[in-house]
């Protein structure tokens, strides 16, 4: 028993210093020529814009759920004329970044996962480097690059649009304007809310990228390995960014103090 347990553990261990070293690999490549522009552009197009839908969709719910919530407790203090702004610092803070990293992990993470795997068990990844392609910049780093690009771009679509839930919410019960809504909710919010919170998705979306790609090239097994790799990809990348969230949260209070005001 003790054996399996040391085995198991040397393997956990032998497997997180692989990781590493292919995140290290896959961020120095992405600084070097040649870069795949053209292949980028298409991943970005893949990741980013087919998000797009899940993203808007799931803001407005999200900012309709947080907006009736919100308004469930402020009405107890009679403080119903902060909701607005309440809500907009919680999407732009928190909930937006971490809510479309976890839909992110879960849409592209699989995604990548089974389209590498599958590529390395059918040898497609052999065949381009018969071709003398650089297997590793042209199918990961384009892909690490487009989650990268595409995270914080989502991540901003995700909080104007769960702002605009809320709002319809609101003006449902409340009767509130457009413009007093908008005035409301952006009152409070300064950069320093929105410019950490923001970056902090590139951090995510290197992350995410860099997992699922490293889980879907190295598969073995065969069609079982694909799924194998692509159900690891979604927990593995979703555990990752709620354990790398709490740092990053840590670090933004400690770089930028008036974050926490």
């Given at each position: 028993m003790g054996t399996v347990v040391l085995h198991g553990a040397a393997n956990w261990f032998f497997q997180v210093g692989e990781f590493t070293f292919f995140c290290g690999r896959a961020l120095r490549e992405s600084l070097r020529p040649?870069?795949?522009?053209s292949e980028v552009a298409r991943q970005l197009f893949e990741v980013g814009w087919r998000s797009l839908p899940l993203i808007a969709a799931a803001g407005m719910a999200v900012g309709a759920v947080m907006s009736m919530h919100t308004r469930a407790s402020m009405e107890r203090f009679g403080a119903e004329s902060l909701i607005p702004t309440v809500l907009a610092l919680a999407l732009i803070k928190e909930t937006g970044p971490l809510v479309t990293g976890l839909l992110f992990a879960g849409r592209v993470g699989a995604g990548i996962g089974a389209e590498l795997g599958s590529m390395?068990?059918?040898?497609?990844?052999?065949a381009l480097e018969s071709l003398?392609?650089?297997?590793?910049k042209y199918l990961?780093?384009?892909r690490v690059v487009a989650c990268m690009i595409a995270m914080p771009i989502l991540t901003t679509v995700m909080n104007f649009l769960g702002i605009f839930g809320g709002f319809v919410a609101e003006t449902a019960v409340s009767g509130m304007t457009f413009d007093l809504y908008w005035n409301r909710a952006f009152a409070s919010v300064q950069f320093v809310d929105y410019v950490p919170s923001t970056l902090k998705t590139i951090v995510f979306g290197f992350l995410i990228g860099s997992l699922s790609s490293y889980l879907g090239y190295y598969t073995t097994g065969g069609t079982a390995g694909v799924g194998r790799a692509s159900t690891r990809s979604v927990?593995?990348?979703?555990?990752?960014?709620?354990?790398v969230n709490v740092v990053l949260v840590k670090m933004i209070f400690f770089f930028f103090p008036g974050a926490v005001q």
């Open positions: 040649p870069w795949e522009i390395r068990v059918s040898e497609q990844v052999d003398a392609v650089d297997s590793f990961v780093v384009t927990v593995l990348a979703s555990l990752l960014l709620i354990v």
